[in-house]
């Protein structure tokens, strides 16, 4: 009778045991299913809300390459001497800096204090694309993929007149500077790049004009001033100081990281003899080559961007 009951009770024992057991696996299992496996970052940590957000952590994931905090000026920003020294290396004009910050102050007279660019948000993937003006563009057919994307930034002389399959008809914003200026529609964002002092007394003469009444190239509330402290650390650590200066359409693309979340970039590329050939015309010069720009060195930094994941290339026909 005792061993009987002494046998019961081990079997429940045994029982208790795996019913504990099982208990512990389960909840195991729910613990790494749900917090390991498929753990996702709260989104209040995320910069956005695309499957992956440029510069999180600040830092990209090649060659150390971090965010540049200001790459647009603003009233709040002092360029430093060297900066400016460095600046004025990239073009002939001369001027000093005292120069240069009266310039930039009459600008601001005139223009947002702030760059008017849409902040960063947790829950908002702001998808971008830039497109540089390669030969390599016609008979692509990306003109849907291009005016799909929240903003198309065009470059320079970058038309869409007559060859809307292939590059699109959106231009949200436009980069330019005094030499590739065109008339601008209202809605359009002037990104204003200045290479020397003379440029940024061309800028102040287009926001006169508008002063005065007189049609402008471009809305001034709209427009945006590349920071020649920025455009030097392109030089510098994006491109290791290779070729006399960075490309118009390089500084774009370094920018656009900085403005967008998701990037997608078409039209740049040499064509088959090593030219910068442009998609709406004929070469003139056939020993153009990448002109001052280290244009080898600035594609294998796309390729290598493209490799990580941080933009998406897309090298037409
Ligand atoms: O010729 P443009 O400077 O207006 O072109 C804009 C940018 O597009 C260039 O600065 C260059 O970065 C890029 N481009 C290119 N391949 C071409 C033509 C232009 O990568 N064939």
């Given at each position: 009778m005792y061993r009987l009951e002494r046998r019961r009770t081990s079997k429940?024992?045994?029982?208790?045991?795996?019913?504990?057991?099982?208990?512990?696996?389960?909840?195991?299992?729910?613990?790494w299913g749900?917090?390991?496996?498929?753990?996702?970052?709260?989104?209040?940590?995320?910069?956005?809300?695309?499957?992956?957000?440029?510069?999180?952590?600040?830092?990209?994931?090649?060659q150390n390459l971090s965010r540049f905090p200001q790459p647009l000026l603003s009233t709040n920003y002092n360029l430093s001497e060297e900066?400016?020294?460095?600046?004025?290396?990239?073009?002939?004009?001369?001027?000093?800096?005292?120069?240069?910050?009266?310039?930039?102050?009459?600008?601001?007279?005139?223009?947002?204090?702030?760059?008017?660019?849409?902040?960063?948000?947790?829950?908002?993937?702001?998808?971008?694309?830039?497109?540089?003006n390669s030969i390599n563009l016609l008979g692509s057919h990306y003109g849907p993929l291009i005016d799909f994307q929240d903003y198309v930034i065009r470059i320079n002389k970058g038309q869409t007149k007559g060859f809307e399959a292939d590059v699109g008809n959106r231009t949200t914003h436009r980069v330019m500077y005094p030499n590739s200026a065109s008339q601008l529609d209202n809605t359009t964002h002037p990104v204003l790049f200045a290479f020397k002092i003379q440029d940024l007394q061309w800028i102040i003469k287009n926001l006169s004009t508008q002063q005065s009444g007189?049609?402008?190239?471009?809305?001034?509330?709209?427009?945006?001033?590349?920071?020649?402290?920025?455009?030097?650390?392109?030089?510098?650590?994006?491109?290791k100081k290779k070729g006399y200066c960075p490309s118009t359409g390089f500084l774009a693309l370094v920018l656009v990281l900085h403005i967008c979340d998701?990037?997608?970039?078409?039209?740049?590329?040499?064509?088959?003899?090593?030219?910068?050939?442009?998609?709406?015309?004929?070469?003139?010069?056939?020993?153009l080559r990448t002109g001052r720009h280290p244009g080898n060195v600035e594609y294998k930094m796309i390729e290598e961007l493209t490799r990580h994941n941080v933009i998406k290339f897309y090298k037409g026909w």
């Open positions: 429940m024992n045994n029982k208790a045991h795996l019913l504990v057991f099982f208990m512990i696996i389960t909840g195991i299992c729910v613990f749900d917090e390991v496996l498929q753990y996702v970052p709260p989104q209040e940590q995320r910069s956005c809300s695309c499957d992956q957000c440029l510069f999180e952590n600040e830092t990209f994931p090649i900066d400016f020294n460095s600046w004025k290396r990239l073009q002939p004009g001369g001027g000093s800096i005292s120069v240069y910050r009266e310039k930039v102050k009459k600008i601001f007279e005139r223009i947002p204090a702030n760059p008017p660019v849409e902040a960063p948000r947790p829950g908002r993937c702001r998808t971008c694309a830039l497109v540089g007189q049609k402008s190239l471009f809305n001034k509330d709209l427009a945006m001033v590349l920071n020649p402290a920025f455009m030097r650390n392109i030089h510098d650590v994006w491109l998701e990037v997608h970039v078409f039209g740049f590329g040499a064509d088959r003899n090593g030219n910068w050939s442009h998609y709406w015309e004929r070469l003139a010069n056939r020993r």
